[in-house]
């Protein structure tokens, strides 16, 4: 289900996902409206589900997780048993910062965030002792060149 945007939703929606922190006055200036209706809209946006939950986005390699690597699954199970289980299984791991199930030949991708490439090894042997998979992939990232979450508003 699309929601309909008009220019100023878009506007309020672009300054949010630049930095959610800005005040309402912030905004507002910045879309050339007020106050009040810049929250109302934000309340209607997020009423919508346009608006999900508001984090903080921090820095990796600040943290010391320096290595991300891109994990290329293929199984030969596709029940409804097995699937949940692995979905139960990457859920529970902080590693995976995004999975995604594919169309193709390879079943799922998974965007896992650890320290070093130990840290990597651990967190496989660790999900291939407790889900079955088919062949399992590595792809080490030498460079990130572009990551955002902002949408094309």
Known sequence: ???R??????????????????????IARKVGSSKTPVWSRIRKLRDAGVIGAQ?????????????????????????????????????????VQEAHRLAGEIDYILKVRV???????????????EVKVHNVTALLSMEEIKSTTALPV
Not at 15 to 26: N, R, T, Y
Not at 56 to 61: A, S
Not at 116 to 126: C, E, K, L
């Open 55 to 95: 984090t903080v986005i921090l820095d990796p390699e600040a943290l010391g997780f320096e290595a991300c690597f891109f994990v290329l699954i293929r199984t030969a199970e596709h029940d409804a048993e097995w699937q949940k289980l692995f979905l139960d299984v990457l859920k529970k791991r902080p590693e």
């Open 1 to 3: 289900m699309s929601v």
């Open 115 to 129: 320290k070093n490439a130990r840290a990597y090894d651990a967190f496989y042997q660790a999900m291939i002792s």
């Open 5 to 26: 945007l008009d220019e100023t939703d878009r506007k309020i929606l672009s300054q949010l996902q630049q930095d959610a922190s800005q005040s309402l006055d912030e």
